[in-house]
């Protein structure tokens, strides 16, 4: 069992969770104004690693099949019969039950509004079959991780939150663009769904660079409604070089630096904004 479950944590790429819980913290602590109640930050931990690890199982359950033939996937567990598809789904069935149970623990607001969650993370799995907006579908899904982590602490809709997944939804969609330039072939040969197919890997670089431009205006106006402290401002100029080094890492000509690029980039990104937003709030 314990072996099945490295294999499993293996698949969904647990380490890549440092992508959005960053950032669930920072709508939880924008919206305490400070550092929430160990007991929220506990069940909002929980909540973020439980949801994310059952969109990406889900993930990788519905695309077993175009894994098994693409030769940069094929080596998966679910291709490779390391695990069964039932073990999978008990997995991903185990997540929802303990995210159902983190967001009861948050309050009633967020309880409520937890299937809704369920559904935009685990429809994303299907949108690469029949639009080129994969990508942005993927963001928002991410894009809750600031919106929950505020409407944990401060149950109701707001403008900086909403900023804030704005923001992300559009870093996740600009990295994930990069990302798909690996599978360009592939995508077109087997009529998959995404921007470098759909307007080839050179503007698919441009769109996504374009799209981490749109990132640092949402991230600048949610600091400005949040009255962030000027910290915060100059940071942003430090997480838009960040961005700015992915994008010169990767060449249409080149794309051997992806992997670097996706990983190593975007994981600083995240938490030099979490680490910008505690230097800007009123304990400081």
């Known amino acids: 069992m314990f ?56 993930n990788r ?12 996937t094929k080596d998966r567990a679910l ?57 942005l579908f993927l963001g928002i899904a991410i894009g809750l991780a600031p919106l929950g982590g505020w ?21 996740v969609a600009g990295f994930d663009i990069i990302y798909a330039c690996l599978d360009y072939e592939f995508d077109k040969k087997y009529k998959i769904h995404s921007i470098p197919v759909r307007f080839g890997i050179k503007n698919a670089l441009y769109i996504s660079a374009f799209s ?15 009255q962030l402290k000027p910290i915060y401002f100059y940071g942003l100029i430090a997480t838009g070089l960040i961005l700015m080094g992915e994008h010169l890492l990767v060449k249409p000509s080149d794309l051997s630096k992806v992997n670097v690029a996706f990983f190593t980039f975007n994981g600083i990104f995240s938490i030099v904004m979490f680490l910008l937003v505690c230097l800007s709030l009123p304990w400081i």
């Open 79 to 135: 291709p490779k019969g390391l695990l069964t598809t039932r073990w999978v789904h008990g997995f991903i069935a185990s997540c929802i039950i303990v995210f159902f149970i983190s967001t009861y623990h948050l309050n009633q607001f967020v309880f409520h509004l937890s299937p809704y969650a369920v559904i935009i993370a685990t429809v994303y799995s299907y949108t690469k079959r029949f639009t080129w907006l994969t990508h």
């Open 151 to 171: 409407l944990a602490i401060k149950p109701s809709f707001e403008i900086t939150p909403l900023l804030l997944m704005a923001g992300v939804a559009f870093w």
């Open 61 to 72: 359950v519905v695309d077993m099949d175009i894994d098994a033939k693409n030769p940069r």
């Open 212 to 226: 981490h431009f749109i990132t640092i205006l949402c991230f600048y106006f949610a600091g400005k409604c949040a």
């Open 3 to 58: 072996e099945k479950l490295k294999i499993t944590l293996n698949m969904i790429k647990f380490e890549h969770s440092i992508f959005a819980l960053p950032f669930a913290f920072i709508g939880a602590f924008l919206a305490q104004k400070g550092i929430p109640p160990l007991e929220k930050c506990f069940w909002i931990l929980i909540a973020m690693v439980s949801i994310r690890s059952a969109a990406m199982a889900f």
